[in-house]
């Protein structure tokens, strides 16, 4: 009975209470704390399906923390957040349900080192979800044709560049066919030439209507790209808007203050 | 007063500069060393027609102590193969995010990792009983060599289990990160990209640990272990235990081991610098 239960709890679960139109990420007074540290004091939004949203903010702000508690690396205190209707702050949560749903792509990229580009993409497929090796490896290559890697399938992370080696991470987190991807200062690492390829990457997800979380520090790609931009400071989201009115009129003088200095 | 000095090369050892301090030319000084003292040896044993020289003696005995040094290598194999499984179920249980399974381990692991093998030695050899009674009414009884050999196992398992739990620690935070973001569970992640990773750098020092062993196992002659040094001392008392044997069979026991463990120093380090390369 019980297993019936968590069988269908990808399908069942989710559509009983959450439907596309509703918000598919609804965050309500998340609280974090690193022992005596609160990092997130009471932040609330909603992403709707489709749309790119971008968090900006200084650093220590707790923007890296907020998207990784989305998907459950961080454990959150107080509030709520949903993903596709489904509670992530529930000690009886699916985490496989929610990892399949929700990928992330770090700062530092983190690919495996052992393996190579293509092993990379096709491992969580093939041995987490046991989908059979030749048709991940035939997604794989597609993803990493996807990313404009053709002819380093083979090549291993230590031979390929920052932002290679950061468009592969985004495959490997494609590959697990996701309807959220979050992105984690995904550039900041990156020389300034290579952010132009990773961006790129990036734009054309969003534009075939994945929804995207990105945390970045890239101001005018934040402004081009996002539907719906947040500023973080302490904790607490000071201000949002949609870029065309958040980067000309923001209100809040601390937003103001960080905007002169980056743009 | 062997275990003495057997103390004093681990230390030496311990530090990972065992690799790094030694050269092929030290080992060319040995043999010229050895050959030196076969001369001196020689001359000395000139007047006495009636005993075989020094020289011929060891010839005569280099079987019996050959038989020994293989010995040697049987103990050093058995414990390393036991000390790597154990300990590597050691390492693994020193992560472990159970309190109950982690206190254990690690009270072993540093119990052992911080006595004197001399002394685990003893105390093994009066602990095992030396033979087992079995409910059938048979009986088995366990050799010395056997009891030398666990005993051997324990200080290099303790050594592998930190081997393994710091090779663990050493692989950067992000590969969990990554691969928890990709649902693999703990376990697999530690079997897929932890401990593949963990190997390269493991091997080098599990290597070096190796070596320590196999210079160690000579320490079991104390115990009456019949291996290549208790098997020397034997054949030199067997032919007279004439003064000017020492120097010769001592001599040519030192190039017994170098022969075999500086090919193993050199093979590590050889990995050592590869894998700082590769990584």
Redesign the interface.
């Known amino acids: 009975m019980s297993l019936q239960i968590n069988s269908n709890a990808r399908e069942a679960g989710p559509q009983a209470s959450w439907s596309p139109d509703m918000p598919i990420i609804s965050l309500r007074d998340v609280h974090k704390s690193f022992g005596a540290v609160e990092v997130l004091k009471g932040v609330s939004f909603d992403v709707r399906k489709g749309e790119v949203v971008c968090i900006i903010g200084p650093s220590g702000s707790g923007k890296s923390t907020l998207i990784r508690c989305i998907?459950g690396?961080n454990n959150i205190q107080k509030g709520s957040i949903k993903v596709e209707g489904q509670e992530v702050n529930d000690p009886k949560l699916d985490?496989?349900a929610l990892?399949?749903k929700?990928?992330?792509v770090?700062q530092?990229y983190?690919?495996?080192?052992?393996k190579t580009a293509l092993q990379n993409v096709m491992?969580?497929p093939v041995?987490?979800?046991k989908e059979p090796r030749r048709e991940v490896e035939e997604r794989a290559r597609a993803l990493i044709a996807k990313v404009r890697l053709e002819g380093k399938e083979d090549a291993y992370p230590?031979q390929l560049s920052g932002g290679q080696q950061q468009r592969v991470?985004i495959a490997?987190?494609l590959a697990?066919r996701p309807d959220i991807m979050l992105f984690d200062e995904v550039t900041a690492a990156l020389d300034p030439e290579t952010v132009k390829e990773v961006l790129l990457t990036i734009r054309e997800l969003a534009a075939e209507g994945m929804t995207c979380i990105l945390v970045t520090h890239e101001m005018g790609f934040a402004r081009e790209v996002a539907d719906h931009v947040y500023f973080t400071d302490r904790g607490v989201i000071v201000e949002h808007g949609p870029p065309d009115q958040f980067f000309t009129k923001a209100k809040d003088p601390r937003t103001r203050q960080f905007l002169s200095q980056v743009l | 007063m062997k275990g003495e000095a057997f103390r004093i090369e681990r230390r030496r050892f311990a530090e990972g500069g065992f690799c790094s301090r030694i050269h092929w030319r030290q080992g060319m000084w040995l043999v010229l060393a050895f050959f030196g003292s076969l001369a001196v040896a020689y001359a000395q044993s000139e007047p006495q027609p009636a005993s075989p020289s020094a020289i011929r003696t060891l010839v005569l005995w280099l079987p019996f102590i050959l038989k020994g040094f293989g010995l040697n290598l049987l103990m050093s194999f058995i414990a390393m193969a036991v000390a790597t499984l154990f300990g590597v179920g050691l390492g693994l249980l020193q992560i472990s995010r159970s309190r109950l399974l982690r206190m254990p381990a690690w009270l072993v692991t540093h119990l052992f990792r911080n006595s004197p093998w001399l002394v685990i030695l003893f105390v093994i050899m009066f602990l095992m009983p030396f033979e087992i009674r079995l409910p059938g009414g048979g009986t088995i009884i366990i050799p010395d060599w056997v009891k030398a050999t666990f005993a051997f196992s324990l200080p290099v398992m303790a050594n592998i289990s930190e081997i393994v739990r710091g090779a663990i620690n050493s692989i950067p935070k992000g590969q969990w990160d990554s691969a928890e973001s990709l649902a693999f569970s703990r376990g697999q992640t530690l079997r897929w990209i932890i401990l593949p990773q963990c190997i390269r750098r493991a091997i080098p020092p599990w290597m070096n640990w190796y070596a320590l062993l196999a210079l160690a196992t000579p320490m079991a002659s104390i115990l009456g272990v019949r291996e290549a040094v208790g098997n020397a001392q034997a054949a030199m008392e067997a032919a007279g235990a004439r003064p000017e044997f020492l120097i010769p069979f001592y001599l040519f026991l030192l190039c017994l081991f170098f022969a075999y463990i500086y090919p193993i120093a050199l093979l590590t380090r050889k990995l050592e610098r590869k894998y700082v390369f590769a990584n």
Request: no cysteine; hydrophobic share 60%.
């Open positions: 998907n690396l985490l496989l990892r399949r929700v990928g992330i770090f530092q983190n690919l495996f080192p052992h491992m969580a041995l987490v979800l230590g991470a490997r987190s697990m």
